[in-house]
Nanobody, 122 residues
Framework: VPLVESGGGLGQPGGSLRISCAASGSTFRGYFMSWYRQAPGKEREPVARISPGGAGTKYADSVKGRFTISRDNAKNMMYLQMNSLKPEDTAVYYC????????????????WGQGTQVTVSS
C-alpha cells in the first residue's frame, strides 16, 4: 500500500507538531498502522501503533503521554500529534503498514513511506 508522509518541519522545545500519512487503496482500513523514527547516527525505532479500527494504541515509553496516534479510515489517513516536543524527538518519521498485531511494535510491517523530517530546536 503506497504511503506518503507530510507535515514535518521545525518545532520548538515544549511546542507541538502534527504529521500525517496518506494511504492509497481500499485496504488501508485492514492494516495496523505505525510510526517509526530514525535520528542521525541511530537505528530506526518504533514510536506508536494503532489497530485497524482505531480503538487500540501502543506507544514507546519515550513518547507516552506526549504523542497521540490516530487514524481516519474514511479518508485513508493516519496522524501523529506530537506535544511537549523535546530536542531528542528530532528524527525522520516514517509511516508503516502491516498485519503484525498491536503489541509487536518492534516488528514493523511490510510497507513504508518515504519519511518526513521533524526537527526540534530553539
Amino acid at each position: 500500500v503506497p504511503l506518503v508522509e507530510s507535515g514535518g518541519g521545525l518545532g520548538q522545545p515544549g511546542g507541538s507538531l502534527r504529521i500525517s500519512c496518506a494511504a492509497s487503496g481500499s485496504t488501508f482500513r485492514g492494516y495496523f498502522m505505525s510510526w517509526y523514527r530514525q535520528a542521525p547516527g541511530k537505528e530506526r525505532e518504533p514510536v506508536a501503533r494503532i489497530s485497524p479500527g482505531g480503538a487500540g494504541t501502543k506507544y514507546a515509553d519515550s513518547v507516552k503521554g506526549r504523542f497521540t496516534i490516530s487514524r481516519d479510515n474514511a479518508k485513508n489517513m493516519m496522524y501523529l500529534q506530537m506535544n511537549s516536543l523535546k530536542p531528542e524527538d528530532t528524527a525522520v518519521y516514517y509511516c508503516n503498514a502491516g498485519s503484525g498485531g498491536l503489541y509487536n511494535i518492534n516488528l514493523p510491517g511490510d510497507y513504508w513511506g518515504q519519511g518526513t523530517q521533524v526537527t526540534v530546536s530553539s
